[in-house]
């Protein structure tokens, strides 16, 4: 599916909040399942809130955090964010999201190949990104793996007193 990949800007932030609410639910519905209500309601009492707070802070900190979308037919597709450290020289895949209705086409994978091209024109030498083990970031680790990242399995555990 043809698409372009161009800067986020302040505008677009409805669109991307709406889309993150949409593509997150099947994630925060696989926490909910793997951690059970009492604790998943006490780790993400308001998830939609903490999500839609977490892209405005995209748009809020342009010195840290940079942002550009995907668009299909000039319909918000995807968000990407990337952190550069310049002193050591690695970046960070903050954020890669792609709408529910256009998963699947390709648009992970080009917002990971422009990833990379943009980490070297930023002088990084290593790009991480992190995602969860869970059934609802399965897509994710497929995306992730398939563009070529190298996966450190790691375990969070959480019990309510």
Same mark, same amino acid.
Request: glycine letters at 6%; proline letters at 5%; aromatic letters at 12%.
């Given at each position: 599916?043809?698409?372009?990949?161009?800067? +986020?800007?302040?505008?677009?932030?409805?669109?991307?909040?709406?889309?993150?609410?949409?593509?997150?639910?099947?994630?925060?519905?696989?926490?909910?399942?793997?951690?059970?209500?009492?604790?998943?309601?006490?780790?993400?009492?308001?998830?939609?809130?903490?999500?839609?707070?977490?892209?405005?802070?995209?748009?809020?900190?342009?010195?840290?955090?940079?942002?550009?979308?995907?668009?299909?037919?000039?319909?918000? +597709?995807?968000?990407?964010?990337?952190?550069?450290?310049?002193?050591?020289?690695?970046?960070?895949?903050?954020?890669?999201?792609?709408?529910?209705?256009?998963?699947?086409?390709?648009?992970? +994978?080009? *917002?990971?190949?422009?990833?990379?091209?943009?980490?070297?024109?930023?002088?990084?030498?290593?790009?991480?990104?992190?995602?969860?083990?869970?059934?609802?970031?399965?897509?994710?680790?497929?995306?992730?793996?398939?563009?070529?990242?190298?996966? *450190?399995?790691?375990?969070?555990?959480?019990?309510? *007193?």
């Amino acid at each position: 599916m043809p698409h372009i990949i161009r800067p +986020a800007m302040s505008s677009d932030l409805p669109d991307l909040v709406h889309m993150t609410s949409l593509s997150f639910e099947p994630i925060f519905t696989s926490f909910k399942r793997v951690m059970g209500d009492d604790i998943y309601d006490f780790v993400y009492p308001d998830w939609k809130k903490a999500q839609k707070e977490t892209v405005e802070t995209y748009f809020t900190n342009p010195d840290k955090y940079h942002a550009w979308v995907a668009e299909v037919d000039g319909i918000l +597709a995807g968000l990407l964010v990337l952190v550069f450290d310049e002193q050591s020289k690695t970046g960070e895949l903050e954020f890669l999201m792609v709408h529910p209705d256009h998963q699947k086409r390709g648009i992970a +994978a080009s *917002l990971n190949a422009f990833t990379f091209d943009k980490m070297r024109e930023h002088g990084m030498e290593l790009v991480a990104v992190g995602t969860g083990g869970d059934d609802g970031h399965a897509a994710a680790r497929r995306a992730y793996e398939k563009a070529g990242y190298t996966a *450190l399995p790691i375990v969070r555990y959480y019990k309510k *007193l």
